[in-house]
């Protein structure tokens, strides 16, 4: 009557052995290390990088406990943080400006685990330290910003179409054109219909005028915001890679803001400034009479450029002296996507320019046959010259392609650079926390401590009343723990102050479903039924209460996930993933004891309840 078969006890048992495994690393703790990531998109994180960090490290005579390499950076690990600090300085000194080297803490949990996928669950701003910042885009102008391209390219199609007019302007989110008569306001209509067709035209007269207001339509205006907040969120992830922060938190919230959190990190104005953060690019002519003159570059190379001229280097370390004059800037980029050359099938940039950016592209490619043309990346206030080719012939259609990359992957991140390079509309902090690190752990040892004396009062609680019974409820709430941190662990949830209050929560709705079990077992014991039949009805027929009040509060924890965010999520997060744990714990494994316990005995005549 009390007897699982044989796979049951299997399928506990497998359960219980894969949670104490993917519980296992949050008891090992975090590590002191160190992780240096090239801060260019021309420099890569390889095993060339980590031989000079372990150079470094040797020279210096610092000793670590591992240098690993990820897809990203590398990661040296120290034994304790005055070594961590000798590292971070010793490395920044031996390896230059061109890298980041950042204070981090690393999980200390034996290899063999992490090749398992058993990782620690990540700790967030409240448990950790950090900053937080809450980014409110301005929707507005990124509206205003789409006009001012709408303008120029408006007025490059109707100088292209030969079409007359008296006056462009742009007026809010809106572009306002005038023209003399009718005939001219139609046929600059019909071009402007065919060429954006998602713009929304309204005709007027002003005075003797006819005026033609161009607006993006509704669809078009949300589409644009849209990209705004996502362009927005890609520049900001580019940008917080450089800090090297483990886990950063970079999300949307809302229609028009950001959050951002960065554990870890204490210097807000650091943070801030990597936030605003600008790569952008330059395209300038190179001077063709100083490259000629060996003499004008060796006075260069020793800090004399020409009048009206600057020096840079090439990949390949090839000095260039290029005109100071910009002839383009990255403000003209509409996109940028990787690709391949078509004639030498090598990796390329393909960049997009607007109307105003192509014009003046074709205009100096036709007056400058034969001269080379110098493309700069600019990141962090330095520059460095990607391409310097021969402009062979006009180039028109606001398409340039930019080659001379190592890689298609160098091509990917350089595009990536020029796209979120500047913020596709202005954002303004509009909160900003900073939480300690003795604050942080203050949190985890309140947290880890309040569940830990919660237990202990339920454990008391269960034995003495319930007795036998009381002590598999314990051991069944204690199953639950591991249950639902190794779900946490393998979900690599971010466990949050909330979330540790879902935990003990969680407890305490654990064991309802442990006393309705015991509870119903007495009564069918007093209803003068055989230990082992009241065993069998007590499960049998808690099981429907149970499902009922757990799918209640199930549906509760589900409709703040779903209508909260930030910590309410989190917190929704373990509440449901508690419940159905809780479930699993309450009634298979409490039941699996109780069989291996009470239903082997052929002649059962009390039970300790």
Request: charge should be neutral; include cysteine; proline fraction near 4%.
């Amino acid at each position: 009557m009390n007897r699982y078969p044989l796979w049951k006890y299997v399928v506990v048992g497998t359960a219980l052995a894969v949670a104490f495994l993917y519980t296992l690393p949050n008891f090992y703790g975090e590590v002191p290390a160190v992780q240096v990531q090239p801060t260019r998109a021309s420099l890569k994180a390889d095993t060339a990088l980590m031989q000079q960090v372990e150079t470094a490290l040797k020279t210096a005579g610092i000793a670590s406990t591992g240098v690993a390499l990820d897809t990203t950076s590398v990661k040296a690990r120290f034994a304790d943080t005055e070594s961590q600090i000798k590292a971070k300085d010793a490395l920044q000194a031996a390896l230059g400006s061109n890298y980041t080297v950042a204070l981090n803490l690393l999980p200390a949990s034996p290899q063999w685990l992490a090749s398992i996928g058993a990782l620690p669950m990540y700790l967030g701003l409240d448990l950790r330290g950090g900053v937080h910042f809450l980014l409110q885009v301005d929707m507005p102008r990124a509206l205003e910003k789409a006009a001012e391209r709408y303008q120029n390219d408006i007025r490059a199609l109707l100088r292209e179409k030969k079409v007359r007019y008296t006056g462009i302007g742009r007026e809010g989110d809106s572009v306002v054109l005038k023209l003399r008569d009718v005939a001219q306001r139609d046929e600059a209509r019909r071009a402007i219909e065919s060429a954006y067709p998602d713009l929304d035209l309204v005709e007027s007269v002003s005075g003797e005028e006819q005026v033609l207001t161009a607006r993006l339509k509704k669809p078009a205006q949300l589409k644009t915001q849209e990209y705004a907040l996502q362009q927005n969120l890609t520049t900001l992830r580019n940008r917080v890679n450089e800090l090297g922060v483990a886990e950063p938190v970079i999300q949307q919230q809302g229609v028009d803001r950001v959050v951002v959190q960065l554990p870890g990190v204490q210097d807000t104005a650091k943070a801030k400034e990597i936030l605003g953060r600008t790569a952008t690019l330059e395209i300038r002519l190179v001077d063709e009479e100083a490259m000629q003159d060996p003499a004008r570059v060796q006075a260069a190379l020793a800090g004399q450029a020409p009048f009206g001229s600057e020096l840079y280097y090439e990949r390949n370390g090839a000095p260039v002296l290029v005109k100071k004059n910009v002839v383009l800037t990255g403000e003209y980029i509409t996109d940028a996507q990787p690709g391949f050359d078509n004639q030498t099938s090598q990796a390329a940039v393909h960049v997009n320019l607007d109307g105003r950016g192509a014009r003046i592209f074709k205009n100096v490619t036709r007056e400058n046959v034969g001269r080379r043309m110098a493309i700069l990346l600019i990141e962090k206030g330095k520059t460095e010259v990607i391409t310097a080719p021969v402009i062979r012939e006009e180039i028109g259609g606001g398409r340039v392609q930019i080659t001379g990359m190592d890689s298609p992957q160098e091509a990917s991140d350089v595009a990536l650079l020029l796209r979120a390079g500047a913020l596709a509309a202005p954002m303004e902090i509009v909160e900003e926390r900073t939480v300690g690190p003795s604050l942080g752990a203050d949190n985890i040892e309140r947290g880890v401590n309040s569940t830990l004396i919660g237990f202990a009062l339920i454990a008391t609680f269960m034995v003495f009343y319930y007795r036998g019974f009381g002590l598999v409820s314990v051991l069944a709430l204690a199953t639950n723990m591991f249950l639902l941190v190794a779900l946490l662990s393998m979900l690599q949830a971010t466990l949050t102050l909330p979330g540790i209050a879902g935990i003990a929560l969680t407890l305490g709705m654990a064991i309802d479903a442990n006393v309705i079990i015991a509870e119903r077992i007495r009564e069918e014991l007093r209803n003068g039924n055989s230990p082992q039949a009241a065993i069998f009805a007590g499960y049998d027929r808690a099981w429907d209460t149970i499902l009922d009040s757990n799918i209640t509060t199930l549906i509760a924890g589900i409709a703040l996930f779903w209508l909260g965010s930030g910590p309410v999520r989190g917190f929704a997060v373990v509440l449901c993933l508690g419940i159905l744990t809780s479930m699993f714990s309450a009634v298979t494994v409490s039941r699996a004891m109780v069989n291996l316990t009470y239903g082997r005995a052929k002649r059962l005549t009390k039970v300790s309840i």
